[in-house]
Structure formats: structure tokens, C-alpha cells
Nanobody, 115 residues
Framework: QEHVAESGGGLVQAGGSLRLSCAAS????????IDWYRQARGIERDWVAT???????DYAESVKGRFTISRDTARDTVHLQMDSLKPEDTAVYFC?????????WGQGTQVTVSS
């Protein structure tokens, strides 16, 4: 069964780091882009980063230079390393992938950055 599922997140002080993980089913990991989105309270969901099956990364301007997306081929997992975190990075983070005509979303994981 196809799926994506996040883990990681938590509470960190400004300037700190966190790593999120998105475990995917084999087909999704092998053939589809995997994206990270985030949604702060009362704000629409925003795209954060993308990893292609070939490992090409792309980032929103707001996180470029601070976040790094990578693929762990041994575990079919995409990681989002978040450094130099700011209070405005506080949000629920979701991973998502579109495969075979369907959108797959994880349940989301909370990231809170205190000032």
C-alpha cells in the first residue's frame, strides 16, 4: 500500500536544529517527487522543499540556505534537516507525494521554535 509518513519535529530554541523524516513506500520513493509543506496556524499550507527521484533538491526562498533535503536509499526515507531555525518556522510540517494519479499526505508533525 502506498504511503508517506512523517516523524521527528518537536520544540527547539531559535537558532537550533531539527531533522524531519518522511518514510515512503517503495514505489513512491523510487519514482515520485517527495515534497515537504508546512502550515502555520491560520495560514494556508506552503511548499517548503522537493526531492526528485534522482536526488535533485529545490527549496522555497524562505528556507534556502537553512534547510537541506536528502534521500536515504537504504530506508526509502527523505530527510529534511532544518538549521538556524526561526520562530516563523513554527508550523505543522507535512510530506506529500503524487504517484499514479493520487496525492499522498502524511499526518503532519509539529515543529515549534521558541524565541
Amino acid at each position: 500500500q502506498e504511503h508517506v509518513a512523517e516523524s521527528g519535529g518537536g520544540l527547539v530554541q531559535a537558532g537550533g536544529s531539527l531533522r524531519l523524516s518522511c518514510a515512503a513506500s517503495r514505489n513512491i520513493f523510487t519514482f515520485a517527487n517527495i515534497d515537504w509543506y508546512r502550515q502555520a496556524r491560520g495560514i494556508e499550507r506552503d511548499w517548503v522543499a522537493t526531492s526528485t527521484p534522482r536526488g535533485i533538491a529545490d527549496y522555497a526562498e524562505s528556507v534556502k540556505g537553512r534547510f537541506t533535503i536528502s534521500r536515504d536509499t537504504a530506508r526509502d526515507t527523505v530527510h529534511l534537516q532544518m538549521d538556524s531555525l526561526k520562530p516563523e518556522d513554527t508550523a505543522v510540517y507535512f510530506c506529500e507525494s503524487r504517484w499514479n494519479g493520487y496525492d499522498y499526505w502524511g499526518q503532519g508533525t509539529q515543529v515549534t521554535v521558541s524565541s
